[in-house]
C-alpha cells in the first residue's frame, strides 16, 4: 500500500493516488498501452491482466503463458499486446477482445525477450541465441543466424528504424529490412542491458561486472565507468538525451552527456535509498525521473545540472516490481512483489 510521508510544510501533495489493484501473484511485467487507455499486467505464473488506466476496473484476463510468462510489449497502435514465456510460445492478444490472435514458435523452450517496433509493423523477439523477426499478424520474416551466447535484452532505436540485442560479447545492431547484421560492438564480458539515447548517438550497457559502457554508435569507440556496488541492470535515459540514469547500487547515478560527453566526468549522485535501487524511467518527455528499490521505496527526482531534486517518496509493502509513466507522464504505475498495483497522478511540481 502506497502512504505518502508528513512533510514539515504543509504542500500540494505530488503524487495523489488514483486507483488500486492486486493480481495475487508476482508481476514481471507492466506497461501502458500507447493511449495510455490500457494498462497491462503480466505475473511470473503466466496470466497477463488488462486494467483501464483511468478507472482501474479490469478489462480483460489472459490466459498468457502456460509455465510462466517472461515479458510483454504492446504495438503502438495499442490494439495488440505481445507476450512471451517459458512454454516457447510468442502469443498476440487483442486487446479490445480479449482474445489470442496468434501463437507462434519462439525457437527455445523459453523466449524471453519481446519488443514491438515504436514505428512500422515489426516485432522481435529472443529465445536463447534464437533471434526472430515478426509482422504483426504473427508472419515470421526471417530468423536470424544464432547469436555467440544467450540474448539478454532488445531494445530499438527510437526511429524504428535498427534495433540493438546485448549479450555476452557485446553489442549486435540490427536493421529489420536486412537479413545479416549492421555492425557489431564487441567487448569480452557480459552484458545484461542496454537502452538507445533518444538521438541515437550512444548505446548505453549495464554489465556484469558492475560497470557501464558507453557506445559511440558512429565511430564504434566505447567508454566504461566502474565504481558501482553491484552488475547494473537499471539503465533510463532523459527525453532529450542529455543525462543517462543508472542503478547498480543504492544510489542513483547520474551522466551528464551534453557537450562532449560523459568521458572525464564526475556523475550526479542521488542518495535515498537504504537498499539496492531496481528501477528507473524517466518522464517521455519531462525531468522527472522515478527510482523504485528493494526496500519497497518510490522516490520521484527532478533532474537539472546544478541539483537534482527530490519531489516526492512513498513507502510499499514489498519490494518495488516495476514502474511506470503513462504516455501523457501525468500518471505512474508502481507495483510491488506482492502483487500491489497503485497508480498515482503527478501534482504540479
Not at 502456460?66 to 495499442?78: K, P, V
Not at 500518471?331 to 498495483?341: H, K, M, N, W
Request: hydrophobic share 40%; with cysteine; glycine share 10%.
Amino acid at each position: 500500500m502506497m502512504q505518502r510521508k508528513a512533510r514539515s510544510k504543509p504542500a500540494r501533495p505530488a503524487l495523489k493516488a488514483m486507483w488500486r489493484a492486486n493480481i495475487d501473484d508476482h508481476p514481471i511485467g507492466l506497461a501502458w498501452s500507447p493511449d495510455g487507455r490500457n494498462l497491462a499486467v503480466a505475473g511470473v505464473s503466466g496470466p497477463i491482466t488488462l486494467f483501464d488506466g483511468a478507472q482501474g476496473e479490469v478489462r480483460h484476463k489472459l490466459s498468457g503463458h502456460g509455465l510462466d510468462t517472461m515479458a510483454i510489449s504492446w504495438h503502438r497502435d495499442s490494439r495488440l499486446l505481445a507476450s512471451v514465456g517459458q512454454d516457447g510460445k510468442v502469443r498476440l492478444w487483442d486487446a479490445g477482445t480479449g482474445t489470442q490472435r496468434s501463437e507462434m514458435a519462439g525457437g527455445a523452450s523459453w523466449v524471453e525477450r519481446v519488443a514491438f517496433s515504436p514505428v512500422g509493423d515489426w516485432l522481435v523477439s529472443a529465445a536463447g541465441r534464437k533471434l526472430r523477426l515478426w509482422n504483426s499478424s504473427g508472419e515470421l520474416i526471417r530468423e536470424y543466424p544464432d547469436a555467440n551466447s544467450t540474448i539478454t535484452d532488445i531494445k530499438w532505436r527510437h526511429d524504428g528504424k535498427q534495433f540493438a540485442i546485448s549479450a555476452y560479447n557485446g553489442v549486435v545492431l540490427y536493421d529489420p529490412a536486412e537479413a545479416e547484421p549492421l555492425r557489431r560492438f564487441e567487448w569480452q564480458g557480459s552484458t545484461l542491458s542496454l537502452e538507445w539515447s533518444p538521438d541515437g548517438k550512444y548505446i548505453a550497457t549495464g554489465d556484469q561486472d558492475s560497470t557501464v559502457h558507453f557506445w559511440i554508435v558512429d565511430t564504434g569507440k566505447d567508454l566504461q565507468m566502474w565504481g558501482y556496488e553491484t552488475k547494473v541492470l537499471e539503465l533510463a535515459w532523459s527525453f532529450n538525451g542529455r543525462y543517462l540514469a543508472t542503478g547498480g547500487g543504492t544510489q542513483v547515478v547520474i551522466w551528464d552527456c551534453s557537450g562532449k560527453g560523459p568521458a572525464d566526468t564526475r556523475p550526479m549522485m542521488l542518495e535515498k535509498h537504504q537498499h539496492l535501487i531496481k528501477h528507473l524511467q524517466f518522464q517521455r518527455q519531462g525531468m522527472l525521473l522515478a527510482s523504485g528499490g528493494n526496500e519497497g521505496l518510490l522516490a520521484i527526482w527532478r533532474v537539472k545540472k546544478k541539483k537534482p531534486v527530490l519531489l516526492a517518496d512513498a513507502m510499499f509493502r514489498a519490494p518495488i516490481a516495476s514502474l511506470a509513466w503513462s504516455p501523457d507522464d501525468r500518471r505512474i504505475a508502481v507495483s510491488d512483489e506482492s502483487g500491489t498495483l497503485s497508480i498515482a497522478a503527478v501534482q504540479r511540481m
